[in-house]
C-alpha cells in the first residue's frame, strides 16, 4: 500500500506564500498522478492541481498564475508553491496520489490533509 505524509501548511497574511510537501511510501510498483485538492468549511473537495509522471499540469482557474505544482519522482513527492495567497484559497489540502501496486492494480490515495489558513 502507499502512505502518504504532507507538510507545509498554516498561517500566512493574504499577499504571502506557502509551500506543500507530500511523500508518498510504501509498496508500489510507479506512481502516475500526483496532485492537491482543498476543502474549505461548508464546502465540497475541489480539484487545485494536478500532475502526471511526464506531461504537463493542470491547475483549477482560481489559482493559475499562483500555484505552482511540481514533482521529484527519485523522492515520490509532489510540491504544490503557492504566491499570492488570498482569503478564499483558505482550507484543509489534501496530497492525492494513483499509484500501481502489485497484484492490486491502480488505485487513488489521499494525504491526512493540512490547513492554509489566509487571513486578509
Known amino acids: 500500500q502507499v502512505q502518504l505524509v504532507e507538510s507545509g501548511g498554516g498561517l500566512v497574511q493574504a499577499g504571502e506564500s506557502l509551500r506543500l510537501s507530500c511523500a508518498a511510501s510504501g509498496r508500489f510498483f510507479s506512481i502516475d498522478f500526483m496532485g492537491w485538492y482543498r476543502q474549505a468549511p461548508g464546502k465540497q473537495r475541489e480539484l487545485v492541481a494536478t500532475?502526471?509522471?511526464?506531461?504537463?499540469?493542470n491547475y483549477t482557474d482560481s489559482v493559475k498564475g499562483r500555484f505552482t505544482i511540481s514533482r521529484d519522482n527519485g523522492k515520490n513527492t509532489v510540491y504544490l508553491q503557492m504566491n499570492d495567497l488570498k482569503p478564499e484559497d483558505t482550507a484543509v489540502y489534501y496530497c492525492?496520489?494513483?499509484?500501481?501496486?502489485?497484484?492490486?492494480?491502480?488505485?487513488?490515495?489521499w494525504g491526512q490533509g493540512t490547513q492554509v489558513t489566509v487571513s486578509s
Open positions: 500532475i502526471p509522471s511526464t506531461g504537463s499540469p
Open positions: 492525492n496520489v494513483e499509484a500501481y501496486v502489485i497484484f492490486a492494480g491502480t488505485k487513488t490515495y
